[in-house]
């Protein structure tokens, strides 16, 4: 009866860490949309949190990225490569990319904001609209 207790134990704690690494492997989805952008990488970022954010006088959709202990600085990475499913304003993501240096500036609204070009590699919605 020990034996058979010990067996259950074991195959609870073999099912639970299966679990632990199923929740954990389906984190981000890959993105195939490929994206042509030959401008120096800037910086690279995975499992950031943002907001899709659409500018109807850019015509563009961008990822804003407020970085954690900051109050006045706002990465915008305008995204070349952004799927249908996450064209919604105001739409929270987790992603993971590259920031390119823009050809053409943008113009800064507020100090504190950053201007990218963004290629989106991978992605999960965190909260639907």
Do not use: W
């Amino acid at each position: 009866m020990k034996t058979l207790g010990i067996l259950i134990c074991i195959i609870g704690m073999s099912l639970t860490s299966c679990n632990e690494q199923s929740v954990s492997g389906q984190d981000l989805i890959k993105n195939e949309i490929p994206c042509n952008l030959n401008n120096e990488v800037r910086r690279e970022v995975t499992s950031e949190n943002g907001v899709i954010e659409y500018r109807k006088t850019l015509d563009k959709y961008f990822i804003k990225v407020v970085p954690a202990g900051h109050i006045d600085t706002v990465i915008f990475g305008s995204v070349c490569n952004l799927p249908e499913e996450l064209k919604l304003n105001n739409l929270k993501v987790t992603f993971s990319g590259q920031y390119f240096e823009q050809p053409e500036k943008m113009p800064t609204t507020f100090v504190g904001h950053e201007y990218y070009d963004l290629n989106l590699t991978a992605y999960k919605v965190t909260e639907p609209n």
